[in-house]
């Protein structure tokens, strides 16, 4: 059965068709999905081309790779490597430089990206389970086997790895083994955007969001719930209305977390008790920024605002990428850079919202956040599967 677009909101969707799978069990219907053509940016504003970009390096990585702005790929960089892994399972590592280190094979197929963490390399798939490698080598230090498909990169923190799988479960492992330590589930809704957030992990306390709209604190010790909130509620007639997957990592900062919700809201909660501070409705998939006391959102029809996050109040908004699919939104020498599904890399200015900068990086899609190197030097990542190294200047 095809379902249409029903509302603007979610005419970006192109049904492919709802595909009923039961995912070890548990009956969960997945939606799969295209996203519309890419789109050509406007120019920028008269004077206000300020930024120059030159490749460094560019590097081919053969295998399959697939833009989906819901399931941006990560890409893992610390102490001169890089890790990359593709949508069929092919984990490979780079020097900075761009030269192969090795390669590794793994059963089942990722598009969220490797986590690199005190030297070793962790990694999820589709078919449930968790990879361990050693970063140097790529030797092999253990797998586990989870219940269902990894959703988020693997999180290192202290003696726990945190990771969600698509059956709502968030799991604590240990990182010298593997083994379970806790496990804390919440239900599914019958319709996921399969986009779940990757944890976010202050002072002990894991917040974690969850497809049915709600964050949840937990102990990382022992995983035991010290408060739960409602981001967004699902209503309307079908499920795709309903769907209001918490995909935005929290963000912790001014003594909150911040959390977002698709077809939902954008909302700040106290670290002690979770008692809400504001809300805003506000569609979100992507993972917001807070900097310099300005917390920089893009939303699902691709409008980028600041917010201010003791309010919630909206202190400027940019529009000219509205309707454009977004892929990647970070930080990097105190520009806010964005990526998109037509190949184009775009420099803000974070204090007026200003464009100052874009170039088309390829002509597909960018899936990946830009990672900053630092002294304006990025890493970006292609649907053709081409890494690119680029240097940002200010002309």
């Not at 030159?54 to 890089?82: C, F, M």
């Not at 990722?110 to 963490?117: D, E, I, Q």
């Not at 797998?143 to 726990?160: F, R, W, Y």
Request: charged share 15%; aromatic share 8%; proline share 5%.
């Amino acid at each position: 059965m095809k379902l249409r677009p029903f509302s603007r909101a979610l005419g970006r969707m192109v049904a492919l068709g709802a595909v009923a799978t039961l995912l070890n069990g548990c009956g969960i219907l997945s939606w799969f999905h295209s996203t519309p053509a890419p789109k050509t940016p406007p120019p920028l504003a008269k004077g206000m081309d300020k930024v120059s970009f030159s490749t460094e390096w560019q590097a081919r990585l053969y295998g399959i790779w697939q833009v989906n702005p819901y399931q941006n790929t990560l890409i893992a960089h610390d102490k001169g490597q890089i890790v990359v892994v593709d949508a069929s399972g092919r984990l490979v590592s780079m020097t900075d430089g761009g030269r192969q280190m090795w390669t590794r094979s793994l059963d089942g197929r990722t598009a969220r990206g490797p986590t690199l963490a005190n030297g070793v390399v962790y990694t999820g798939t589709d078919t449930g389970k968790v990879y361990a490698f050693t970063a140097k080598d790529g030797h092999p230090l253990w797998t586990i086997q989870l219940s269902s498909e990894v959703l988020t990169p693997v999180v290192a923190a202290g003696d726990h790895l945190l990771v969600q799988t698509v059956d709502g479960h968030l799991w604590a492992l240990d990182p010298n083994n593997g083994k379970v330590q806790w496990t804390f589930s919440m239900n599914q809704p019958t319709l996921i955007l399969r986009a779940v957030a990757t944890p976010a992990v202050h002072d002990g306390v894991v917040y974690a969001g969850f497809a049915d709209g709600t964050v949840a604190a937990l102990s990382l010790g022992s995983g035991a719930e010290l408060w739960r909130a409602q981001v967004a509620l699902p209503h309307g007639s079908n499920e795709l209305a309903r769907m209001v997957d918490v995909a935005a990592s929290p963000v912790v900062g001014e003594g909150q977390v911040i959390t977002a919700a698709y077809q939902g809201n954008l909302a700040a909660y106290a670290l002690q008790g979770g008692t809400q501070n504001w809300s805003v409705p506000m569609s979100v998939y992507m993972t917001p920024v807070l900097e310099d006391g300005h917390l920089l959102v893009a939303d699902a029809d691709g409008r980028i605002s600041s917010v201010d996050p003791a309010s919630g109040n909206v202190l400027w908004r940019n529009d000219r990428l509205s309707g454009h699919d977004l892929t990647g939104f970070g930080l990097c020498g105190g520009s806010l850079l964005a990526t998109d599904n037509a190949g184009y890399l775009y420099v803000i200015d974070p204090q007026t919202g200003h464009r100052i900068g874009q170039t088309r990086l390829s002509d597909s899609g960018i899936q990946s956040t830009p990672v900053c190197l630092g002294s304006g030097q990025i890493l970006a990542l292609s649907d053709a599967g081409t890494l690119y190294r680029i240097h940002l200047a200010k002309r």
